[in-house]
Nanobody
Framework: QVQLVESGGGLVQAGGSLRLSCAAS????????VAWFRQAPGKEREFVGG????????RYADSVKGRFSISRDNAKNTLYLQMDSLKPEDTALYYC????????????????WGQGTQVTVSS
């Protein structure tokens, strides 16, 4: 079992940066694939980026490629999302999620979820 707690959200102007963190409980964090999803008001939750266990593979949504970077520190049981060149359309509730096995973009295959952290980008 893994418990996830996100932090680092806030209000930022367009063009600015934020760094989200996701702290995980449990001694087996390193064996999980972890990912960030986001959900804007009135929209479905969507995949943002993910990283496989031991950082072997990363993947990003086209909308954030070149602007967002995902990383993990297994020694600290923490997942990060560095967000640069933020746009108003990045405004959403950001969730981290974990699963065993391959890195996939489908929300339904992730077993563990945090409560989310709000990111608001003003124009």
């Amino acid at each position: 079992q893994v418990q996830l707690v996100e932090s680092g959200g806030g209000l930022v102007q367009a063009g600015g940066s934020l760094r989200l963190s996701c702290a995980a409980s449990g001694r087996t964090f390193s064996t999980y694939t972890v990912a960030w999803f986001r959900q804007a008001p009135g929209k479905e939750r969507e995949f943002v980026g993910g990283i496989s266990s031991f950082s072997a593979t990363t993947r990003y949504a086209d909308s954030v490629k070149g602007r967002f970077s995902i990383s993990r520190d297994n020694a600290k049981n923490t997942l990060y999302l560095q967000m640069d060149s933020l746009k108003p359309e990045d405004t959403a509730l950001y969730y981290c999620a974990a699963k065993s096995g391959m890195l996939l973009v489908t929300m339904s295959v992730y077993d563990y979820w945090g409560q989310g952290t709000q990111v608001t980008v003003s124009s």
